[in-house]
């Protein structure tokens, strides 16, 4: 079954507090939510600077998997993570063994995104009432390591091995509680799994709660660690993972290429700081852009196919439009799912061409998982 999950945004290349006093109207009132950080951990860039520089420069993160013995799986491959240290995130190292990489991953970018938003809740000098920041970061697996860990212990040497902190490293939702402990963030938390849509599900919801006047600012995304021996097992087995170019990994993703077969699993997270702009502005901080809209649908097709006709996806970009007051022809740019897989990257750009129609034709597509890979809960 396919969730889709739209969300829009609006970019101006002199987006400035001025501009703002153009009003947009929304289903819950005028305030607009802007974004004012920027947090990512990536198999091509553990900082947003050499993220974005490498998926501009077309840098890929795929490689052989060297993090279990994949010699028995049909793919081999994956965008694994690599250089990164988790003690540089957490306020006690002890937090390290009590939680799932996924967590890891998630604390990183949140603490990244805060920096790169001037917002510490914990120093002295915070004048940002934490009660009304918020966390939402979802995750489709959630602590799949520590879970097939757990499973040994319990198979190989009874209950007594396994460790008291497996419940909550499993949970797809600890990712969220995590963060607000180690950043001090008290406003609404929880966690979303939607699969391939979680991210932008959170962003999505993050804007509702915003506009909706329950905090001034979230920090909302999603984070993965999903490179594990069942993830593969089950992907392989169900036939979704490209297993042509396992001599060839930097090439095996390749969405709406005819040479696609089938997506190239990988791992990180994304975190963005969200904030009212009434409250951005108070504080003096910079504005990449607004997120203007959010939408969501469900196919009710196939518990992994998505509809053929791309209905769902059309009504979900057209109800994101419909909430951010952006016609169609105005679209410029679109960050597709783009998975590298046969059904979706065509009944994705079937979806699009319903949507925008001889617009379509002028817009620019592209997906950066041919150099990230798919990160699945964290893809946004």
């Known amino acids: ?111 990244l995104a805060l920096q790169d938003a001037n917002i510490d809740l914990l120093s002295e000098s915070n004048t940002i009432d934490s009660t009304r920041v918020g966390v939402i970061i979802g995750s489709a697996f959630g602590g799949m390591d520590s879970f097939e860990k757990a499973v040994l212990d319990l198979s190989q040497n009874g209950p007594s091995a396994v460790g008291p902190y497996t419940i909550p490293m499993i949970l797809g939702n600890t990712a969220a509680g995590i963060v607000a402990m180690e950043t001090g963030a008290k406003g609404p938390n929880f966690g979303v799994q939607t699969a391939c849509a979680t991210a932008t599900h959170a962003l999505g919801e993050a804007l509702r709660l915003l506009r909706n006047g329950d905090a001034d600012v979230f920090l909302a995304g999603g984070s993965e660690a999903p490179l594990t021996p069942l993830s593969f097992a089950g992907f392989c087995n169900l036939m979704a993972m490209n297993t042509n170019f396992n001599d060839n990994p930097t090439k095996a993703s390749r969405p709406f290429d005819n040479k696609r077969g089938g997506f190239v699993m990988s791992e990180g997270a994304g975190v963005l700081v969200l904030e009212t702009l009434s409250h951005a502005v108070k504080r003096g901080a910079k504005v990449y852009c607004e997120l203007a809209g959010y939408g969501a649908s469900c196919d009710a097709y196939h518990i992994t196919s998505p509809d053929p006709q791309g209905d769902g996806l059309r009504r979900a970009i057209l109800a994101s439009l419909r909430d951010g007051n952006i016609r169609p022809d105005e679209v410029q740019y679109v960050n597709a799912h783009g998975t590298s897989t046969k059904k979706n990257d065509l009944f994705e750009t079937i979806a699009y061409k319903e949507t925008f129609g001889e617009h379509a034709k002028k817009l620019r597509i592209s997906s950066i998982k041919g150099v990230t890979g798919h990160s699945l809960g964290a893809a946004g």
Do not use: W
């Open 1 to 111: 079954m396919n969730i889709n999950i739209i969300n829009s945004f609006y970019f101006n290349n002199k987006y400035n507090h001025k501009l703002f006093k153009m009003s947009l109207q929304s289903q819950y009132n005028n305030e607009k939510i802007v974004v004012t950080g920027l947090g990512v951990i990536s198999p091509v860039g553990l900082t947003v600077p050499v993220f974005f520089d490498n998926i501009c420069n077309g840098v890929s993160g795929i490689s052989s998997i060297k993090r279990f013995d994949s010699n028995p799986f049909k793919c081999q491959i994956g965008g694994e993570i690599n250089g990164f240290d988790p003690k540089s995130y957490y306020k006690s190292k002890k937090k390290i063994k009590q939680n799932d990489l996924y967590c890891h991953y998630a604390v990183a970018a949140s603490h």
